[in-house]
Every structure is written in C-alpha cells, then in structure tokens.
C-alpha cells in the first residue's frame, strides 16, 4: 500500500511536468501544436486515473489507520488540479460557443493589413468556420457589441488606443498606412496562441471619433467568448481613457 502511494505522488509530478512540456514544447518549437495537445490529452488521462486511485488510498489510509493519507492527497491534489484546468475550459466553451472572430461591425468588416501575412501562414485550410457563422453567434451571445463614439480627435483617440493595448499587454505591430489604424497581438501563456485585433479610428463630420475593434484567433474554432470579451474590454478602455 506504501509503495503504490509512492508510486502515485511520483506519476502525478510526472504528469504535472507533461502538461507543462505540451505548452512549452510548442512554444520552443520542439513539436507542432497537434504533438503538444496529444501529450496534454495523455497528461489529462493519466491525470484522471491517478487522481481516482489516489482518492482510494485516502479512503483506505483512514479505514485503515494506515500512515499513507498525506502522500495520497498529495498526489490526488496534483492530478485533480490537471485533470480540472482543461475541464473549466470545456465548460466554458460549452456555455458560450462562439468562434474564434468578434467585430464592432461585420458589414464594414475591420480587416487586419500588417498580421496578414503572418495570419495567412497560420490559417487552417479549409477554414473552420465562415464569417457569417461567427456574427450568427456574437449576435446570439453578445448582442450589445457595436462601435462606440468619443469625443476625441481621431489621432487622440489613436493614442489612447495605443496606450490602453501597451497596458493589456499586446505586443504592437508595425504602424503603415494608415495613421488612426492600430493592429496588434496578445499570446496566451500556456501554448502561446496568437490572437490578433484590429482597432480602426474614423473621425465624425460633427466631431469626435468612432471606435472599431476586430479580435480573430490564429487557429481553433471554438474561443468560449474570449475574442468578443476582449473587444469589450478594449472599448471600455479606451472609452474611460483620459
């Protein structure tokens, strides 16, 4: 009973480190993505039936008196909290399963110019999903999403735009062109996916400026809302800057 609790603390550090390498190996350029979702789908598994196993020998080391309860929940701890991480994005994505693209505007469609090159490298072929699935959802799950209006000039808007994506954390691309047009890139900290977004500045016969954000994942489908929340929180950035 001792050596199988020892055994299970030792496989659950083993599979906190391949869960770690499924991300990290990706991002080092060790392996593809589909390599890397394999090892976390092998990780998570494992993961499970560890975590199970474990859960027993906590159940039998408190029947039976026998000193294996703190390795056990160790282990159990470790697995559970692989096993969980993937789960709460599954749920996620189940409540609200849009795609991987959210706009201000789909009619006059903010289109990326300096990531397009980068993007279309990435692009999965055939696509995963059209446009016009990916508005049929937002307008479903997000319906309030639309261009704001600020009583700003286009290009103190620009620089308000600039500031608020340096603040999330986007890495900036390139400015050419168009000066009151910002595109940009935020990667995710496990695998580091790239999701790119767009913000256009119009100036306003009246005065002021109008505000359009597009968000767009580089490969996936599903995004569980995650591009549509990020257009809001640029918005409400730029609409409370000062």
Known sequence: MKLTTTLMVMLSIVIVVMAALSGFGFRMDWWGYFFGFQLLKASIISAIVCGIISLTLIVVGLVKRIPIVGKATLAAFLS????????????EFRKIPTFGEAATDFENFPEFEVLAKARNAEAEDPPLFSLSEA????KKFFPELAPITIDRSPA???????????????????????????????????????????????????????????SASRVGKLDGGANAKRVEAILAAVQNAQ
Do not use: C, N
Request: proline residues 4%.
């Open 80 to 91: 559970i909290s692989i096993a969980a991480i993937p789960f709460l994005y599954i749920l």
């Open 135 to 138: 508005e049929a959802l937002q």
């Open 156 to 214: 103190k808007a620009t620089e308000q735009v600039i500031k608020v994506l340096k603040e999330m954390k986007f890495s900036l691309a390139p400015a050419i062109g168009d000066e009151h047009r910002v595109e940009a890139t935020q990667t995710s900290f496990w695998f580091g996916f790239k999701d790119d977004v767009v913000v256009i500045i119009t100036g306003l016969p009246g005065g002021g400026s109008r505000v359009d954000v597009r």
